[in-house]
């Protein structure tokens, strides 16, 4: 298909992406708790005649992490209903199973070609301010301590463009298209246990996208290799309670253990082989000034240029932690609530996507990498799973204008990358042809 046709529908297509986007980031809905997002998905894909794989089927159940508690799911899956949720979908999605993916066969022999995009929303407060387009123009979050404030709203909408493109131009391309709306990105939760569920086990070769981070506009990074790996921890103690005054002999500090791992854990020696990093993000402890703490909890993340590099603070962080209980006698768990890998793109996929991105027209320049250090992305699990099947993978970034920075109540992006993310990724499939004749 040729640019100037291809850039005909993306721009009949553009604004349903647009009021997607903008339905979403109103009812936004944070990690598990993707309820009224999914059925809603689900219902759009279904009806563009998409093989749809829903809630526990996509999961391996017991690799989730950082589930809400019960009682907040339950609430959250009720007030989704109140919200517009899709009936006949929702309860596929009870218990916090908010995945979906969904598969479309060309019905010709081809590649399956697997893209990824999250649904997310984050736990902030949206700032409620006339100069705030989504305030302005009324879709800002009606839900308290839930704002789209990372892009997922668009990256949702993206998805659903793209099952709609490809769905549109079934005639024009090979092979099967798989399309993964994963929950729960945020705190590095939701894709191990898809990917373990071997929903991208047949993916010869997988795009998964971001918008913004700090990327321009009019640009694209095809390739992210700069995600670090990294373990999220929420780390126990358990002491005993007494009187500070009268006998704290009979006490087990949990707030002292808590305070002393603290220390020590920012301690840790760095690794000479590459980035490492350690945070204790929280503490929290005690009940009262004259009460020997029993109990304290800490919230910790590891992080590594690469998988080694990460186990190896992993492993002595652990160590610390158990050290301490020993020290002042008291217990203690870990809970590992959320993980990402390191992983690096496929270098013949990179190129692939560099040249169909320059030749969709849409950006002054197209960089084969960034060099802009990142965080971490649990996208990373479905990549290193592709390779390991023996498929091609790639992480790719679409610049936009940012009103504010990630993760900040003000968040906002200029929606035309909507639009220059779904010709980019539409391109991927339509012209794989390409790719196999320069192979």
């Known amino acids: 298909m040729d640019t100037a046709q291809l850039s005909t529908i993306v721009k009949h297509i553009e604004p349903q992406m647009i009021a997607w986007r903008r339905d979403f980031h109103q009812f936004a809905e944070s990690g598990w708790l993707e309820y009224r997002t999914a059925s809603v998905v689900a219902d759009i894909l279904d009806k563009l005649g998409y093989q749809l794989q829903l809630g526990q089927e996509v999961f391996v159940a017991d690799a989730r992490m950082g589930l809400p508690a019960q009682e907040v799911m339950a609430a959250a899956f009720e007030r989704a209903r109140e919200q517009g949720a899709i009936e006949p979908w929702l309860s596929h999605f009870a218990n916090g199973f908010t995945g979906i993916v969904a598969t479309l066969d060309s019905g010709k022999p081809g590649p399956t070609i697997g893209y990824r995009v999250d649904m997310d929303a984050l736990d902030l407060d949206e700032v409620d301010d006339p100069n705030h387009i989504p305030s302005q123009a009324g879709f800002g979050s009606v839900n308290e301590r839930m704002m789209h404030a990372c892009g997922h709203d668009g990256h949702t909408a993206i998805g659903l463009g793209l099952a709609t493109l490809l769905a549109q131009t079934r005639a024009e391309w090979s092979g099967c298209v798989k399309i993964i709306f994963q929950p729960a990105e945020e705190g590095t939760r939701g894709a191990k246990s898809m990917a373990l569920a071997g929903v991208v086990d047949d993916v010869d070769y997988f795009t998964a996208i971001h918008i913004g981070t700090g990327i321009a506009q009019g640009q694209m990074v095809c390739a992210n290799d700069s995600f670090m790996a990294t373990s999220k921890l929420d780390v126990t103690f358990t002491g005993i309670a007494a009187h500070a005054g009268g006998n704290p002999e009979q006490g087990r500090s949990a707030l002292l253990a808590a305070a002393q791992a603290t220390l020590a854990l920012h301690a840790i020696n760095r690794h000479s082989e590459g980035a490492s990093r350690i945070n204790v993000g929280v503490l929290n402890a005690g009940t009262g000034r004259n009460i020997i703490a029993p109990s304290a909890l800490l919230k910790v993340e590891t992080r590594g240029q690469n998988n080694t590099i990460n186990n190896y603070i992993y492993q002595q962080a652990k160590q610390i932690i158990q050290g301490v209980a020993t020290m002042y006698g008291v217990d203690y768990t ?50 290193e799973r592709v390779k390991a099947c023996g498929g091609q993978a790639a992480y790719s970034i679409f610049g936009t204008q940012l009103a504010a920075g990630h993760h900040n109540e003000h968040f906002d992006f200029n929606e035309i990358v909507l639009s220059d993310a779904l010709h980019t990724l539409a391109m991927l499939t339509l012209n794989f042809d390409q790719f196999k004749s320069e192979s």
Do not use: C, N
């Open 334 to 383: 870990i809970k590992l609530v959320g993980a990402a890998q390191s992983s690096v793109s496929s270098p013949e996929w990179i190129s692939f996507i560099q040249q169909q991105a320059q030749a969709s027209g849409r950006f002054s320049a197209v960089h084969s990498h960034s060099q802009k250090p990142a965080g971490s992305e649990d996208a990373t699990y479905f990549m």
